[in-house]
């Protein structure tokens, strides 16, 4: 029997399995799939709007409730109180009901029009950075625009035509170039991080468990003998039906984020396919190198489970890889995913030259070759009785 | 309830409590998932995220102007705390390759006529080029030069308004009339890890009870251990030493896993602990509870030992988020936040937070207390039900695992479960031995 007729009666095997047991097509089509949906409804809006805040208005005047109009205006905020003192709104945060408090001082008019400069002071929760971020932004951004119209009224006042005042105000103004995600999308930050995480959970799982449960149940040697013997046929015909069904969800989740979500892609379409197709050999080999290395299911999903969950941190996606510790940067490096990132962000969002990826695309291949050294002992393990029936 | 029932259901939970103690201090895998994963994901995850802010973003700075002004703004834009200028190329077109090259991560784009606008009475055009490939980057690159900006502006402002004839002291009024001060409570810097570690460890005590209970629910299921350990009855009571049982077991193992986060992780890391001490064990009390009950549920559906980790694995980042604590519950439906509270870590990560961060009162948290102690009520009623089902099924010849052998030998499909005992003759002695193996099993847990 050649090689290739050995690999193929393995995977028809592998078919029959697939066929024959729920979990199989649970594990590698049914639960990816709710869970890419579930992020994609997930982050549906994009940008968080209306976070309710409260306002401590001291003043009472025309000028601070049209200050308060103008932070209910924003994107970000809605005026959800109207407080007379700071210990109520304490409790309010406290109570998750609000997450910031503007305290306008009292005497904010008097002040202003006496040319004695007025501190309003905006206490914004921080137990949540995200949320933090994006209404610190917003109520500073609305309190220059106030100080701003204040300062013109000011200048006419003194003496200063309008025209005039408004040349001397802002001396240096921005123009803001977004590089790369100009809507700054919640959904474009999260989303290529979320799918390809849900994807790689289940590729190493579905490897680990396929292998698993052929030494759980004691089948492993008639594996091998579908193979005709070669471990390598063995091997090869086990995990390339699903390297077919995982780089079809892989692909599912770009058509989700370039055509559904409308994630930018600007790069080589040819290079995000090759790391998509690489991305699910590189998990599996590692599920095949976790499963050989430990010989047992049970130890094998534990530690390809907590593995696979630790490459979200290590990506650096969320908090940025170059904040953190040089020891730390370098663990990143033994995670797929921190690669398949890099190369998503250059590719996608900057639009990034295709041989500036081929690095990216040579490391996740380095992980395929893991299970080499190691056929060997899988083929023990299929051979040998002592590595099998355990729970 | 006659008397030897009820001393009968007692012995019945000792028996329970010893027997769920012995499998799990005997089982590597569950004790990697009880024991070790809690010390080894809080403190990878403690140790990724300890920095906590992002200090010195290397930026480029474009200057065409090469004038003192442009010059003394590059230098503010290096001193601001979050960025660093580590190049000045010559061109945009060279900062942009720069930038491709991941060598900086945002650009400042002096003009020529930086200078000449900033004297004159005119305004002078920056470009600002911020990367939001990365949303924290994003934020405190633009931030920072947009505060660098505001700086400068209220300080050149100033010089023409005394120019323009406006008093001295009035000048510095006017350039700013109304002070913005914006202040982080509660996590003074916008530490990263501060925000995101105490709810990633509440979730962690959710996910790992859950997975090791289940662990343990198949292992029960396989050894067959519903069927020796329930006392016959068709009561729903019947189960009540069983759950009760080993809830005793999963509270003293969490309360030695509660014992590590806060006697030792919390403060090794320095998260805030404003929460009084009954505040947080009272509102701990029906996380827990319902957590366990939770488990006990979920660990009746499993079949197999290894289902928990397969089903529950995955659910991780997608619980940290329905929750509404990292990603804000304004971005999702309403529907889907709500439906999210059915999970014990929706209600205890946010009641959690606010206790041990903020340092509110179990009043304070009440709508999420309440909750939690309603999941406690409606879980502990599912595993009462969920064990009584097992038990009863556990009087039924087990599914035996061997079946699925008969797969590979072109014999008939078991169904879904595995159930059909294979009726091949010619291997019958080799499976013969292999159910042998598997019946003395319970012993040879590692």
């Known amino acids: ?391 | 309830m006659d008397k030897t029932s009820a001393k009968g259901r007692l012995r019945e939970y000792r028996l329970v409590v010893r027997n769920e103690f012995r499998y799990i201090f005997r089982d590597a895998g569950v004790l990697l998932i009880l024991f070790g994963a809690v010390l080894i994901y809080s403190t990878l995850y403690a140790l990724a995220y300890h920095p906590e802010v992002l200090r010195n973003v290397p930026i480029a700075v474009v200057d065409e102007s090469r004038s003192p002004s442009s010059r003394e703004f590059a230098r503010k834009l290096d001193a601001a705390p979050n960025l660093r200028v580590a190049y000045k190329p010559t061109s945009l077109e060279e900062a942009k390759q720069m930038f491709l090259r991941r060598e900086v991560n945002g650009i400042v784009y002096l003009p020529k006529e930086f200078e000449k606008n900033i004297l004159g009475n005119e305004k002078a055009y920056i470009g600002v080029y911020a990367d939001a490939s990365y949303f924290l980057m994003y934020k405190q690159v633009f931030m920072d030069i947009v505060a660098v900006m505001m700086d400068s502006n209220e300080a050149i402002e100033m010089k023409r308004f005394q120019l323009a004839g406006v008093p001295g002291v009035q000048a510095q009024a006017v350039s700013d009339p109304v002070r913005a001060t914006s202040r982080s409570v509660f996590n003074p810097y916008g530490g990263y890890g501060t925000f995101v570690m105490p709810a990633i460890l509440v979730l962690i005590i959710q996910q790992t009870l859950l997975i090791g209970i289940g662990m343990m629910g198949g292992t029960w299921r396989e050894l067959g251990l519903y069927r020796t350990l329930i006392l016959p009855g068709r009561k729903y009571l019947a189960a009540l030493p069983v759950v009760l049982g080993k809830s005793t077991v999963y509270f003293l193992v969490s309360l030695l896993t509660l014992l590590y986060v806060f006697g030792f992780h919390y403060k090794a890391f320095g998260y805030p602990m404003n929460g009084r001490f009954l505040a947080v064990a009272g509102f701990l009390l029906p996380y827990l509870l319902s957590v366990i009950f939770l488990g006990l549920t979920l660990s009746s559906v499993f079949k197999r030992r290894e289902n928990s980790i397969l089903i529950l694995l995955f659910t991780s980042i997608p619980l940290l988020m329905i929750s509404g604590v990292s990603v804000p519950m304004e971005t999702m439906p309403a529907w889907l936040y709500n439906l999210g509270k059915i999970f014990p870590s929706s209600a205890g990560i946010n009641g959690f937070l606010r206790i041990q961060t903020m340092g509110a009162s179990l009043a304070e948290v009440k709508p999420e207390f309440v909750t939690l102690w309603i999941l406690t009520g409606v879980y502990f009623l599912t595993a009462c039900i969920g064990i009584r089902t097992m038990a009863q099924e556990g009087l039924r010849p087990l599914p035996n695992p061997l079946a699925e052998a008969a797969l590979y030998e072109g014999e008939p499909l078991p169904d879904a479960d595995g159930n059909v005992i294979p009726t091949g003759n010619n291997s019958g002695t080799e499976r013969e031995s292999l159910s042998e193996t598997s019946r003395t099993m319970p012993d040879r847990i590692p």
């Open chain 1, 1 to 391: 029997m050649t090689f290739v007729k050995a690999v193929l009666r393995v995977m028809r095997r592998e078919l029959k399995l697939f066929a024959g047991f729920r979990t199989f097509s649970t594990l590698s089509v049914g639960l990816p799939l709710v869970a890419l949906l579930y992020f994609v409804v997930l982050i549906d809006k994009g940008v968080p709007e209306d976070m309710p805040v409260a306002v401590v208005d001291r003043d009472n005047t025309e000028l601070s409730r049209q200050l308060t109009r103008m932070i209910d205006a924003t994107p970000a905020a809605r005026v959800a109180y109207h407080l007379s003192d700071m210990q109520e709104g304490e409790k309010l945060m406290r109570e998750g009901k609000i997450d910031a408090i503007v305290d306008i001082p009292r005497d904010l008019e008097k002040d202003v029009f006496g040319n004695k400069q007025a501190n309003v002071v905006a206490y914004i929760n921080g137990t949540n950075v995200t949320k933090n971020g994006i209404l610190d932004r917003d109520i500073r951004t609305t309190l220059y625009t106030f100080s701003s119209g204040i300062e013109i009224q000011l200048l006419v006042k003194k003496g200063i035509s309008e025209k005039e005042a408004y040349d001397m105000m802002m001396p240096i103004y921005y123009e803001k170039h977004i590089l790369f995600n100009p809507y700054t999308n919640y959904a474009y930050y999260l989303l290529p991080i979320f799918l390809p995480m849900m994807l790689l959970i289940f590729t190493l799982l579905t490897t680990i468990f396929t292998i698993g449960t052929e030494l759980r149940n004691a089948t492993a040697p008639y594996w091998l003998a579908a193979g005709n013997g070669n471990i390598f046929a063995a091997f090869l015909g086990k995990v390339l039906p699903y390297t077919f069904i995982f780089t079809i969800l892989s692909i599912f989740i770009d058509v989700l984020m370039f055509k559904i979500i409308g994630v930018p892609m600007r790069g080589h379409k040819g290079m995000l396919l090759a790391s998509d197709l690489l991305f699910v050999m590189a998990y599996q080999s590692i599920g095949v190198f976790i499963i050989t290395l430990v010989g047992n299911m049970r130890l094998g999903l534990s530690v390809g489970g907590g593995y696979s969950v630790l490459a979200f941190t290590f990506s650096g996606m969320t908090f940025p890889l170059i904040a953190m510790y040089p020891a730390v940067q370098a663990a990143s490096r033994i995670f797929p995913l921190t690669y398949y990132m890099e190369l998503f962000i250059d590719q996608a969002m900057r639009g990034a030259p295709a041989g500036q990826s081929v690095d990216d695309l040579l490391y996740i291949a380095v992980f395929i070759l893991l299970p080499l050294p190691l056929l060997h002992r899988l083929k023990r393990l299929c051979s040998d009785a002592k590595y099998w029936g355990k729970l």
